[in-house]
């Protein structure tokens, strides 16, 4: 099964006082243990790294880059994800629709996933699955 992880989930996994952490950590476990195919974008990637930067700092950024993100396969944003997602943010009306989000959705469409590892809302409200832990 394919997965895409989102920065909630990256960050959760990252961020022990996090309300998601003990949740993430069990759902990575998992998808680990269960050898899933897992995706992530390059846009994810930043905010990622721009988020664990600004939070917990370097150290967080080195973790998340030398032992969370090697099992993950990298998506690079393509221009067709890229405008198809400022499309939809404009067609959305949500004023709280990330442009990354609106990316991973347009991302995940291409490359066939459904399932996700997010806590973030829009995923699900986009039809996505969200996983959860056994």
């Known amino acids: 099964?394919?997965?895409?992880?989102?920065?909630?989930?990256?960050?959760?996994?990252?961020?022990?006082?996090?309300?998601?952490?003990?949740?993430?950590?069990?759902?990575?476990?998992?998808l680990l243990e269960q050898r899933f195919q897992l995706f992530t974008s390059n846009y994810v990637v930043i905010e990622t790294i721009a988020v664990l930067?600004?939070?917990?700092?370097l150290d967080a950024v080195r973790s998340f880059?030398?032992?969370?993100?090697?099992p993950?396969?990298?998506?690079?944003?393509?221009?067709?994800?890229?405008?198809?997602?400022l499309s939809l943010i404009l067609?959305?009306?949500?004023?709280?629709l990330s442009l990354v989000d609106a990316a991973s959705f347009e991302t995940m469409l291409r490359l066939g996933i459904e399932n996700c590892f997010a806590f973030d809302s829009d995923f699900e409200r986009q039809g996505f699955i969200a996983v959860k832990e056994n």
């Open 53 to 57: 930067q600004n939070r917990l700092g």
């Open 72 to 85: 993950v396969e990298i998506s690079w944003i393509i221009p067709r994800d890229h405008f198809g997602a």
């Open 1 to 30: 099964m394919k997965v895409f992880i989102d920065t909630s989930a990256f960050y959760a996994l990252l961020d022990a006082s996090d309300a998601n952490h003990s949740r993430s950590a069990d759902i990575w476990k998992n």
């Open 65 to 70: 880059v030398n032992e969370i993100l090697p």
């Open 91 to 96: 067609s959305a009306g949500r004023r709280r």
